[in-house]
């Protein structure tokens, strides 16, 4: 399985700011995905950051809210926009083994909202 | 109907017990189906993925209803250490994105 490495780990945000999160694969994949957890609940995938082209985002999520790059096959950024204390979540980044589908997942990014 | 249920629990069973528990998927086309585990304040890692003759892997078994769609985890002899959220996940249809259930939550106690 591919290690990924997310940050920060955790974060405390002011209402209003912005916070961008990083994911470092060890190994080069196609697509990486973005989920995010809202306390209490399951993950809900935000969107799939595709390399070379631009993400494709999931109902209920745009661009402007959550902008994401993909600069290269081993890293991704998810930036949180304009934040308000409903955004306060556990954002996960994640890879798919190609063969398997079998999903693996970051650390997550722990992100409280004031 | 949302597309992939599980019973939220929690369910709090004695060590040593048998439990198990059932996913229900509302796409009749999915292939890929798998079982999760997330312990408290941790990411989701993969316990298990479901083969359609089932599979088994120590204490933990995984099995796959077609006609009724849904996917089951029964674990036996049930430790402390087995205490988290289990969720469960698709692949619906032909696409790439695994879709969770709410998970369900296990307690084990002594």
């Known amino acids: 399985s591919a290690v990924i490495s997310q940050k920060p780990s955790r974060d405390i945000c002011q209402r209003g700011t912005s916070l961008t999160i990083q994911c470092q694969v060890d190994?080069?994949?196609?697509?990486m995905f973005w989920y995010r957890q809202q306390p209490g609940q399951s993950l809900t995938l935000i969107a799939t950051?595709?390399?070379?082209?631009?993400?494709?985002?999931e109902s209920g999520f745009v661009i402007d809210k959550f902008p994401i790059s993909r600069p290269n096959l081993t890293f991704s950024t998810l930036t949180v926009s304009n934040m308000s204390p409903e955004d306060s979540s556990i954002y996960l980044c994640?890879?798919?083994?190609?063969?398997?589908?079998?999903?693996?997942f970051g650390e997550g990014s722990r992100l409280t909202v004031l | 109907r949302k597309e992939v249920e599980q019973d939220p629990g929690p369910f709090n069973v004695p060590e040593g017990a048998t439990v198990a528990f059932n996913c229900t998927y509302s796409?009749?086309?999915?292939?890929?189906f798998f079982w999760y585990r997330q312990d408290c304040r941790k990411e989701p890692k993969l316990l298990m993925s479901?083969?359609?003759s089932g599979n088994e892997d120590g204490r933990f078994t995984a099995q796959l209803n077609r006609a009724s769609q849904y996917i089951s985890l029964l674990i036996r002899d049930s430790k402390l250490s087995d205490s988290a959220t289990y969720l469960c996940?698709?692949?619906?249809?032909?696409?790439?994105?695994?879709?969770f259930g709410g998970g369900t939550r296990l307690m084990v106690k002594p």
């Open positions: 994640s890879v798919r083994d190609r063969r398997t589908g079998e999903l693996f």
């Open positions: 190994s080069q994949v196609t697509m």
């Open positions: 950051a595709n390399q070379g082209s631009e993400a494709t985002y």
């Open positions: 796409n009749s086309a999915s292939q890929s």
């Open positions: 479901v083969y359609s």
């Open positions: 996940a698709v692949i619906p249809g032909a696409g790439n994105m695994l879709t």
